[in-house]
Nanobody, 119 residues
Framework: VQLVESGGGLVQAGGSLRLSCAASGSIFSINTMGWYRQVPGKQRELVASITSGGSTNYADSVKGRFTISRDNAKNTVYLQMSSLKPEDTAVYYC??????????????WGQGTQVTVSS
């Protein structure tokens, strides 16, 4: 299984970006999908997550500014980021709890995509 992320980049404060993460491989289904971020010297932190049924969870720091969504038919999760702040600068990682065709459940990570917000 591979998770391929796209959509990162450089944006000015107050701007918007949309991240995408597509899962492919021997997938039976995907439970929770989420976005995490990490800055050098700090632990990776949860930004937002979404269940297969569409229930969402957000870090307090992004509530009201970020929106997570998914397309189950495409095994893809999105993160719409608006009103970006310099403190949102980080490497953003996609995570998925994948049920394989063997029915084993495994967590996978994407390769990470850099988001830089300039002041």
């Amino acid at each position: 299984v591979q998770l391929v992320e796209s959509g990162g980049g450089l944006v000015q404060a107050g701007g918007s970006l949309r991240l995408s993460c597509a899962a492919s491989g021997s997938i039976f289904s995907i439970n929770t999908m989420g976005w995490y971020r990490q800055v050098p010297g700090k632990q990776r932190e949860l930004v937002a997550s979404i269940t297969s049924g569409g229930s969402t969870n957000y870090a307090d720091s992004v509530k009201g500014r970020f929106t997570i969504s998914r397309d189950n038919a495409k095994n893809t999760v999105y993160l719409q980021m608006s009103s970006l702040k310099p403190e949102d600068t980080a490497v953003y990682y996609c995570n998925a709890e994948v049920v394989l065709v063997s029915r084993a459940t495994v967590h996978y990570w994407g390769q990470g995509t850099q988001v830089t917000v300039s002041s």
